[in-house]
């Protein structure tokens, strides 16, 4: 058996794991922190601004030991508090999934220079420089053999026309994926990244409605976008034991609705 294997199995295999899943409160990240519940894992469900959503959360996830961690991603030290909080709560933290993020338009022949300047500084603050600072502060709690996950999208390899600053930090967060793999794979912390597509959350239901609905749909050979949990079953993969392997990798999960070699 390998080492990571045997690390696997010691650490992570388990399934009492604490996790950190950040946006949590609605979409991906809820159907990811109960994915991982089911699991028999310990769920640190965080959330922005949607403290009741969070709670209905919270007290949906199967198991005990679950705890909300609040943070705006725009604000380092409110992550600092919220992911030390969330590690002293579950005794470390495992599994970091960095779910959480925002996609708001800034076409740019309809956008002025200001809008355009907010919507690039918004989109980096709570797309790329939180993850990045939520994993400094998680890694700090990581035991070896921990697993971060870093949710990316279709977007980054095809790009966003409407919301240019959503397609770059997307690419930026799996460069992130790639960089981190290597610097903490010798701690045996695999880093992967998944990529999904359209997918049926309060971020698409503007895309996902009326007509944009079936044109959406129609990307896919499988005719039809994905559902939070289908997404988040895959996250849970990417976390657990034998999933090591695929470290510094990007799973596309956009129903063949984007290939690439
Ligand atoms: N849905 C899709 O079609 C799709 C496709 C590809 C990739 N993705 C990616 O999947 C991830 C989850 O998306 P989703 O569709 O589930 O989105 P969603 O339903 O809009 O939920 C977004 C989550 O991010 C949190 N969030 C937003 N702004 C935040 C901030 N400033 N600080 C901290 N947390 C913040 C929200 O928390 P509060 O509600 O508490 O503020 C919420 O929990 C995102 O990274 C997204 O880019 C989605």
């Known amino acids: ?20 899943v950040t ?6 990240g809820a159907a990811t922190a109960r994915a991982f519940a089911a699991e028999g894992d310990r769920v640190a469900v965080h959330y922005s601004s949607s403290p009741d959503a969070a709670k209905e959360v919270l007290q949906s996830l199967p198991g005990t030991g679950h705890v909300l961690a609040q943070a705006d991603l725009a604000d380092p030290e409110a992550i600092r508090q919220m992911v030390d909080g969330a590690a002293a709560a579950l005794g470390s933290i495992d599994v970091l999934v960095n779910n959480a993020g925002i996609y708001e338009p800034h076409p740019i022949r309809q956008t002025s220079y200001d809008q355009w300047q907010n919507a690039w500084t918004n989109t980096l603050a709570v797309n790329l420089i939180g993850p990045a600072n939520v994993t400094w502060c998680a890694v700090q709690h990581m035991p070896r053999g921990g ?3 870093n949710v990316s999208s279709r977007g980054a390899f095809r790009g966003e026309p409407n919301q240019p600053a959503y397609g770059a930090s997307k690419a930026a967060i799996i460069s992130l994926t790639q960089s981190l793999a290597r610097s903490l ?9 998944i990529a999904p597509g359209w997918t049926t959350t309060d971020m698409a239901a503007e895309a996902l409605s009326g007509d944009g609905y079936h044109r959406r749909r129609l990307e896919s050979p499988l005719e039809r976008v994905a559902a939070p949990n289908e997404v988040a079953a895959a996250i849970v993969y990417l976390a657990s034991p034998l999933a090591e392997f695929a470290t510094g990798t990007v799973l596309d999960f956009n129903g063949g609705s984007h290939l690439r070699m």
Not at 2 to 12: E, F, M, P, V, Y
Not at 23 to 28: H, L, P
Not at 185 to 193: L, R
């Open 23 to 28: 946006g949590a409160s609605r979409g991906i």
């Open 185 to 193: 794979g010798p701690e045996a912390i695999a880093v992967t990244a």
């Open 147 to 149: 697993r971060i996950i």
């Open 1 to 20: 058996m390998t080492r990571g294997l045997i690390l696997g199995s010691a650490r992570l295999g388990a399934m009492d794991r604490s996790v950190l």
